[in-house]
């Protein structure tokens, strides 16, 4: 019966349902635009390795973001925040004006001045977490915090990630191992960024 009608709506000038183009919310990943000249980025953007940073395609808009990155491989490495003015090319990130970082060492790190010094460093396997909601940046491994709060932040700034000496490490923006803070959640595509498409 339904091969009959769909003859019969052709036969008798009927249109077929034109399909209707979807806008598909951008994937958020690291960005090969923003990255360091020596940098490898791997695993359909969520794998850094080589030796400098690299920026989230995404800048941090909402007011209370989160994003894992889990340490694959040690080495020097670094994760936190940066604008897209931060030298890429340089390493550690953390030594200018333009990015706030957790470092290998365990040193949190901005304008070349180290905030905080955790003493568990993070080794390979752990899950590092970063919270971030435009007054304070917060640091956690393995789901627990580091109590290490950064403040003073200018600019938008976009999730930033930054290896050498070997480290390799991978980000998610979604399905976390540990999970946000309680009101937090993972970066939002600003409706904004989407009709600039």
């Known amino acids: ?3 009959y009608l769909c003859c019969f709506r052709q036969l008798c000038g009927a249109a077929p349902h034109p399909t209707v183009p979807t806008r598909t919310t951008p ?12 940098v490898v980025i791997v695993k359909n953007g969520v794998r850094i390795c080589g030796t400098g940073g690299a920026l989230g395609n995404i800048p941090i808009l909402q007011n209370k973001a989160y994003f894992e990155v889990k340490l694959q491989q040690s080495g020097v490495w670094g994760v936190g925040i940066a604008t897209r003015s931060t030298n890429l090319n340089k390493v550690p990130l953390g030594e200018d004006a333009q990015s706030w970082v957790l470092c290998s060492d365990g040193a949190v790190r901005h304008n070349g001045e180290e905030k905080y010094k955790i003493v ?3 080794q390979e396997g752990d899950i590092l977490g970063v919270s971030y909601d ?4 917060n640091f956690y491994i393995n789901g627990k915090a580091t109590n290490t709060p950064v403040t003073s932040f200018k600019g938008t700034v976009y999730p930033a990630l930054y290896v050498d000496d070997g480290a390799i490490m991978d980000v998610t923006f979604e399905n976390f191992s540990y999970g946000p803070p309680p009101g937090y ?5 600003e409706k904004s960024l989407l009709e600039n498409d």
């Open 1 to 3: 019966m339904a091969m």
């Open 27 to 38: 994937t958020i990943i690291l960005d090969t635009g923003y990255m360091g000249h020596e």
């Open 185 to 189: 959640d993972s970066i939002m595509v």
């Open 120 to 122: 568990d460093i993070p």
């Open 134 to 137: 435009h007054v304070e940046l």
